[in-house]
């Protein structure tokens, strides 16, 4: 999942009535995507091949346990005569459990991750995993594998007339592994606890609001058991409209990221590149009924970041930009299967993909096509 619709979907959990799952659904997926760069990265040709896999299963009337993985490969072609840099793996396994403690109001839950992921890479391949941490890009898989993590949370919702307040907050335990093949040093990532709030409900007849934020509070890492880096506290909100019109619906959406907490120093995986940052995004999707089981959802986004160049108070500094055009394809068959051919061109600049401005803008285009499987009982 790529990190705009991660919160996306995080924030809504906060502000959105709670129902209990009807029956099973399994879903997958097969997404490809491939991004050129021009000369000044050393990057060239950024390949992606990611199958996620996920199923959801109620155990009782309300209790339901999910569980999420897959498998991803990444193939760089730098534009110099350095040699191919290739890493394939299985994702992390997430696993759910949840419970609602007041039906329609109230879910608690206890989730985790098993390191099942590709935890520990080459030396030469540290550059891929920074390339996938770009939220400019967005890939669909961006990150390789970690120790794993244990944690809980709730998420709440309460009715106010037509409208619905949800909170939500959740704690993290990150497990420590080791992240470089071949060297000692492990990395514990720090804990984290986030907080949500959302408020949604109709502007009109046919307008609907939702509208959150989320507060996220991380300690630093540990790096061979010492006091490190860490990625700071960040801050993000979340805004959509959606307004009928004739038998379609058109979706308005802004997003803002904000990370408060300069980190530039060397750890494990070489040096964090995590200075005060901020990104903002705003898209449209358009959906179009084109009879009573297909769905036609052009949509476009904009991606605009900044951050400053050290660890000192500086200006923020625009490190890049994308624009990112597209078409879903949605079909119910029957009443137990549904398909989303999805295809998108993405196009912009960025800098330096840790983040760091160094003054030069590098050209970026690409394509994003992928197939959505989704089967209910």
Avoid: C
Avoid at 43 to 68: E, N
Avoid at 97 to 125: K, M, R
Wanted: net charge negative; charged share 15%.
């Amino acid at each position: 999942m790529t990190r705009a619709n991660w919160i996306t979907a995080t924030v809504l959990l906060a502000a959105t009535p709670l129902a209990a799952q009807q029956g099973p659904v399994g879903r997958t997926a097969v997404v490809v995507e491939a991004y050129s760069f021009d000369a000044g990265l050393d990057l060239g040709d950024v390949i992606q091949l990611t199958v996620p896999v996920g199923v959801s299963i109620p155990l009782h009337r309300f209790v339901d346990f999910s569980v999420a993985g897959g498998f991803t490969t990444v193939h760089i072609l730098p534009s110099d005569d350095s040699d191919d840099l290739s890493v394939s793996g299985a994702l992390d396994t997430e696993l759910r459990l949840s419970w609602q403690a007041v039906p329609g109001n109230l879910i608690v839950f206890v989730n985790g991750a098993i390191p099942t992921g590709v935890d520990a890479v080459d030396q030469e391949d540290l550059s891929v995993v920074s390339i996938l941490a770009s939220d400019l890009i967005g890939f669909t898989a961006n990150t390789l594998g970690t120790g794993g993590n244990l944690g809980f949370g709730f998420a709440g919702a309460v009715p106010l007339g037509r409208w619905a307040f949800g909170l939500g907050g959740t704690f993290r335990e990150p497990l420590s592994y080791n992240p470089v093949a071949g060297q000692p040093e492990t990395l514990k990532p720090g804990r984290e606890i986030r907080l949500r709030g959302g408020l949604e409900g109709p502007l009109g007849a046919r307008s609907y609001m939702r509208l959150a934020g989320i507060a996220a509070f991380r300690a630093k890492d540990e790096v061979a058991e010492a006091t490190a880096n860490g990625v700071g506290n960040r801050y993000m909100g979340y805004l959509s409209i959606d307004q009928g019109v004739a038998n379609a619906t058109v979706t308005l959406y802004l997003f803002d990221v904000f990370r408060s907490d300069p980190r530039v120093e060397e750890t494990a995986l070489g040096a964090a590149l995590l200075p005060r940052s901020n990104l903002l995004a705003t898209g449209a999707r358009f959906a179009i009924p084109l009879g009573a089981s297909t769905t036609f959802v052009p949509r476009v986004e904009f991606r605009n970041s900044w951050a400053a160049a050290d660890t000192a108070d500086a200006a923020l500094e625009n490190v890049g930009r994308t624009f990112r055009v597209g078409a879903d394809l949605r079909q119910m068959v029957g009443q137990h299967f549904g398909l989303v051919l999805q295809g998108g061109a993405l196009f912009g600049s960025v800098q330096q993909l840790g983040g760091i401005p160094t003054g030069t803008d590098v050209d970026v285009r690409g394509f994003r096509g992928g197939l959505h499987f989704e089967v209910y009982r």
